[in-house]
């Protein structure tokens, strides 16, 4: 089957979801994103990025925000690799902090603190990515073009639900979020950061198995 790229079809699309969303019919956004994701339509990555917008100025449930996020960035992802790295950090920012939206870590599920991590994962990927010049040649990680306050807000959230964890007597759960900080924030300045992380952990661990002996 063809692609559609009639710009009507694709200003249609944003305009039911736009509707939808004032209406706030929650359970039939998500049709439409499959829809505009589908390969028949393959809606313009534009299109993705004003139901992002519409749904971080409304007050959406936090799964819907979640949901329409995560589909532009992963639209962006497929399709751009020379994207915005600016307004892609901003908006990883809303996604982190929707899928961490539980206050406390011992209401949370599995399935939300997998979801959250795996989260991380994939922007310590494009941290961790190499990219190239105009030739073709490596010049370094993309953490270069990665904000740096955005980079140390992830760091230092990991951090914090880390300790949260901890306080909850979860050391298993505490040790992922507390290593994942410091992976991230190997491309964070100052490294002081990363460095007064390490040492803390390092006490952390050290207290842990003097209460298991």
Known sequence: MSLCKDPVVHQSI?????????????AELE??????????????????ERM??????????????????????????????????RR???????????????????TRTTDDET?????????????DAPTANADGA??????????????????VTAWNRGCEWWGAGRTDRAREWCEMAVSVGHHADPSDLVKQMRESYSDMLAGDEMKVQ
């Open 14 to 26: 944003y305009l039911e979801f736009e509707i939808k969303v004032k209406l706030e019919l929650w």
């Open 31 to 48: 049709a439409i994103i499959e829809y505009a994701e589908s390969t028949t339509i393959q809606a313009p990555i534009v299109i993705f």
């Open 52 to 85: 992002a917008d519409i749904v971080t100025r409304n007050n959406c449930p936090s799964e819907v925000v979640f949901l329409t996020i995560r589909s532009a960035l992963n639209t962006i992802l497929k399709r751009v690799p020379d994207f915005d790295m």
């Open 88 to 106: 892609f950090s901003q908006w990883f920012r809303i996604l982190i902090r929707t899928s961490m939206v539980t206050s406390s870590v011992t």
């Open 115 to 127: 979801r959250s991590l795996g989260l991380y994962r994939q922007v310590l990927s494009i941290l």
């Open 138 to 155: 490596t010049q370094g990680s993309a953490a270069g073009s990665y904000p740096k306050s955005e980079i140390e807000w992830l760091c």
